[in-house]
């Protein structure tokens, strides 16, 4: 339990704030976590990180760093991993913890466990600096709005200020990648990077809705062209990235805007890149324009085979015929296409998950990943999980990227189900094995003989995997032949001063 009195009467100049990160958090650069880091440092203060996973005696690292707050960035499926840490931490370490992210925004509740001292329900930024600037003046910080607090047993819970505006995104500093680069993550040479936030749909499996309804004033929003490009500069310069991941939920949402920035992208900066897009909304005049300003691939949610769940169950209003033409149109100006997936959502059947296979063949993807469902109780579609059976909690879902279905969903054929999305990658990959195997499969009697022959077939994509021959491409990160026309080492570009060296040009 953090005590507020044991802090005010330390004398504390300048404040020192460590984040705690995992493998899965750093596999993307944490850009959340990024800006709050720049913001923090613009202001003077200490900002550091440790990897948990990486470091073998974490606890010994932060007595030494003897942070004042300890940071964490949450997922829902990682949040009792991280609680149970800060507890560890704390028996060490009495720093004041603070927790943000989805998990928080979704389960406030979050607020009453052992050794959480605050959370953040919204948009972080300059919420996190207001706490810090009172810490380090000795004043009271529990008036912060966007936070709750737990000090000396007493719950404290702040309403949600407004979102950012759109002018106000081009104000804050860019990510501090600092904060990463020691970390092998840092080493593929990707600039991740936002140009705006918010997503305006309404899929039950996300939770853009309920991030949407936290707060007050727009949700989507852009920022300036010129910030983004100042950005990207910045990126190419400084870090010498060979390659961007723009993590936009939808990068293409705004035609005006890509208009603008395409053209400008392509004479500027001209690194190949990545985005995320919607099936419905590619037409001719955006491929086109990405084609031209070196986009390679693109990742699209295709969901499921079956028009029926992705519309009705998981709320995306796109039909077969759409995602075919959108694919159609980024093969045609040689733009690959990544498609997203997932099995066993409520309804799910063979047939369907038949049909999430041959939807990706006939889209010719070019990478495809295939998740398990994960009902998140917080989602919509977590409640509808829950109406067909699915009793658990947050603790009860797997991690990320399981390969299988949480225990407590309750599905007819579930085990044929799961062998079947093990086996996706292998067929996708090998569209004339997968139609001798389904021409197999269907004659086969019983369920036991189906299972049995699906288990040898996931054998053998595990043996392909082993050999480079099938198996997860990185989306992220930049291809093969992008890394090949590098023929020398990644720059040593010196590490920077901890505190007070995010300053740069804020372009309007």
Known sequence: MYNEKDHFESEVLIMRITFIFDDIILLHQPLGAGYISSVLKEAGHQVTAINIDQSPDYLEEVKKLSPDILAYSVASSHAPRYVEVNREIKKVHNAFSLFGGPHPTFF??????E??????TGEGEYPTLEIVTAMEAGKDFTHVDTMAFNINGKVIRNPNRPFINKEGLSDIPFPDRELIRPFSVWNHRTGYIMAGRGCPYDCTFCFNRMSRDSQEGRWTRHRSVDNVLAELHWLK????????????DTFILNKRWLRDFLPRYARE?????ICNVRGDLADEEQVRMLAEANC???????????EELRTKILAKNISNEQIIHACDLFNRYGIKVCGHNMF??????VETA??????NIRCKTHINLFYFFAPYPGTKLGQIAQECGFSGEVEDIPREYQDCLASTIQLEDKEIIEKIGQCAHLFVSYPRLYRFAKTIFRLLPGKALKLIFLSQLYRLKQELAKRGKAGLPSLWHPPDFIVHAIHTEPPEIPMQPVAREIRHDKAA
């Open 237 to 248: 310069d400084k870090y010498k990235v060979i390659y961007v991941a723009f993590q936009d």
């Open 296 to 306: 390679t691939r693109v990742a699209m949610g295709l969901e499921s085979g079956s």
């Open 115 to 120: 050794g959480v001292d605050a959370i953040c």
């Open 354 to 359: 038949i049909s999430t296979i041959e939807l």
């Open 108 to 113: 406030p509740q979050m607020i009453e466990q």
């Open 269 to 273: 900066i001209g690194l190949p890149f």
């Open 344 to 349: 066993g959502v409520p309804g799910e059947t």
